[in-house]
């Protein structure tokens, strides 16, 4: 009498939990991750509109405040060529300024801001998820 060849179906059961298990863990942090990811190209618009901030201030003595928009020559920004963050605003009073963003795509539920002022380093913080 010849051996069947091929797997139990305790050894099939065995493989399909093994790899229910490392789904388990493995897609919430592949979420988490992306988020992250998708969220530093935010963090590098505000950067940029900080830096672009400061310059103006130093020049011109003042904070340039900026309606929701993509490009501004002023600052010398343009977020067209962002993949999740392509617009920014700036509200600003006498002493500082607050810049936000939102993300589009699947980055729409990221929202940042940064609050800034000539002296103090800036904070960056995330809203939404």
Request: proline letters at 2%.
């Amino acid at each position: 009498m010849k051996k069947a060849k091929g797997f139990t179906l305790v050894e099939l059961i065995i493989v399909l939990v093994i790899i229910c298990v490392l789904t388990i863990i493995a897609v919430p942090m592949y979420k988490s991750n992306t988020r992250r990811a998708m969220a530093t190209e935010g963090k590098a618009l505000l950067a940029l509109v900080n830096t672009a901030q400061k310059i103006h201030f130093a020049e011109h003595g003042s904070f340039l405040a900026v309606p929701e928009t993509s490009v501004n020559t002023d600052l010398d920004i343009d977020a067209r060529g962002n993949k999740y963050f392509t617009s920014f605003s700036v509200t600003v009073n006498s002493t500082s300024f607050a810049a936000a963003t939102t993300g589009t795509g699947k980055a729409s539920r990221i929202s940042l801001s940064l609050t800034g002022n000539i002296a103090e380093q800036p904070v960056i913080k995330e809203a939404g998820y």
